[in-house]
């Protein structure tokens, strides 16, 4: 992602697509509050399954925020499997989301209703992001590491 | 570029110290006075055969959780080469320094300063691939207009459009040397919300033969739809001097089909995400026509490639507006106060869809 958050402050514990993501949900939370809370209500009952290279963990709303759960979901609505390069290059607009699910890249697996409501809740992630100012140095904090250390 | 024969240089020059004055940063004054909803923008487009450079130097009002309403500093830089791409940096105000003549902005390493002998413009991201020196030299008087509306607010903005630009630009591993190219500049500044009903095309076009002393601006602000037009105007250089001002019903811009072909890029990248598609409503091409004392004008622009900016609406939480940056040709054709014009030129035509 180009677009940069100078100086805005990056965890040492964001190494992984899951440390990326909980930290960028924080900064939501209390960046962008109205934005997060519409995230919330996409969301939903939903539970999201997502694996990404060899992270597996589990989206799902509790006490009104959305959680970040290690590990495989006993019953998700939808299940999202894919690589870290695929979500960079979707990220840079290298990639259309439609292709990469089309071209196999990104997998995802549900009925209509939850894969819809998945989608939704990512449209909604990224409104939100995009008016956080921290955001996209996470990105880029993404990018610039390959391990998957958390 | 070399000025156009027969330009009075010397005057022009003399100008740039009504310039310098006129067109001082707004925002340590207004955006502290009443902050909601205060942008202000410089922007700067150069050409060249084959390339367009977009530079944009931008401070918006944002409010934070429980904080007062702070300054958020973007550049942004959008280059053609081939295909459009290009960068958005947001920086924090702790980045920002505004010298206090208001004439000079630095945010993070980048900077732009007004002097007497025109604009200097210093872009330094080596990490985003982009860097350069500019030097813009107006060789056309500015022009100011005030107080128009956008949505439930005002926009003003201040327009020198012909300048010639000197210095490098690198981007995407190549250094472009640019000696006297022809360039734009326009400043804008007021209090609107991004995703209210309002929407505009902007456009300057310059002649590609630098020996032709004219130069063209297209503006009209209008509902989101484009029904409604509430200011439109096509402004006429000859050399430095403004010659002809066509307004509002003595002017009329009519859009032909829809440019078959998807954005070069969007920016930031990841609002490709929500926006989608591949559909556009970029016009395949454009007729602008003022008349004047008997006297008609036409500019035919014909947009050939486009990039897709995106604003978050402040209206909306999972809205998005959308500029898109097209560059094209324009073939000019008409008489002013007697004389005759048939040259065709570079266009830079911006559509903002609300």
Request: charged content about 25%; proline content about 6%; some cysteine.
């Amino acid at each position: 992602m180009v677009e940069r958050a100078a100086g805005a402050p990056i965890e040492s514990t964001t190494r992984s697509v899951v440390g990326v993501l909980r930290c960028s949900l924080e900064h939501l939370a209390s960046e962008v509050p109205e934005s997060y809370r519409h995230l919330v209500a996409e969301l939903d009952r939903l539970v999201v399954e997502v694996v990404v290279d060899g992270e597996v963990f589990t989206l799902r709303t509790g006490r009104g925020r959305v959680e970040v759960v290690d590990g495989r979901a006993a019953a998700a609505g939808a299940s999202i499997a894919t690589t870290r390069a695929t979500v960079l290059d979707v990220l840079d607009a290298e990639v259309a989301l439609a292709e990469a699910v089309e071209s196999g890249r990104l997998d995802v697996r549900g009925s209509l209703d939850d894969v819809l409501r998945a989608h939704d809740t990512l449209t909604a992630y990224v409104h939100a992001a995009i008016r956080a100012s921290s955001v996209p140095g996470l990105i880029d904090a993404l990018r610039n590491t390959q391990d998957g250390v958390r | 570029m070399r000025v156009p024969s027969g330009a009075p240089a010397a005057e022009v020059m003399s100008d740039m110290a009504v310039l310098a004055r006129g067109d001082f940063l707004r925002a340590p004054v207004l955006a502290t006075a009443r902050p909601e909803g205060y942008k202000e923008w410089h922007h700067f487009a150069v050409h060249r055969p084959g390339w367009r450079l977009l530079v944009n130097f931008s401070l918006a009002n944002e409010p934070l959780p429980d904080r007062p309403l702070r300054l958020v500093p973007r550049v942004i830089v959008i280059i053609h080469q081939e295909r459009w791409s290009g960068v958005v940096e947001r920086f924090t105000d702790a980045d920002l320094h505004v010298s206090a003549d208001l004439g000079s902005v630095a945010i993070g390493r980048h900077s732009m300063r007004i002097g007497p002998d025109g604009y200097r413009i210093t872009i330094d991201s080596p990490e985003r691939g982009i860097g350069g020196e500019l030097h813009l030299t107006p060789v056309s008087r500015p022009f100011v207009v005030t107080n128009q509306p956008a949505g439930s607010g005002r926009l003003s903005w201040l327009l020198v459009p012909r300048l010639r630009a000197t210095g490098w630009f690198r981007a995407g591993g190549v250094e472009h040397r640019l000696a006297d190219e022809p360039a734009y500049h326009d400043h804008n500044w007021g209090r609107f919300r991004w995703g209210e009903d309002f929407g505009w095309e902007w456009s300057s076009i310059l002649p590609s033969n630098s020996g032709d002393p004219w130069s063209l601006v297209f503006t009209r602000v209008t509902d989101r739809r484009r029904l409604h037009s509430f200011y439109q105007a096509l402004f006429v250089w000859r050399h430095d001097e403004l010659v002809a001002v066509y307004r509002d019903a003595a002017v009329r811009a009519d859009s032909h089909g829809l440019l078959a072909r998807p954005p070069d890029c969007t920016l930031p990248p990841p609002m490709r995400l929500v926006l989608g598609g591949e559909a556009c409503d970029v016009p395949e091409s454009v007729e602008i026509t003022g008349t004047r004392s008997g006297e008609v004008m036409r500019a035919e622009f014909r947009p050939v490639s486009y990039a897709r900016l995106a604003q978050p609406s402040e209206v909306d939480l999972d809205r998005s507006v959308v500029l898109c940056e097209t560059s094209g040709t324009a073939h000019i054709r008409g008489v002013v106060d007697g004389e005759e014009l048939d040259f065709t030129g570079d266009g830079v035509f911006e559509w903002l869809h609300g």
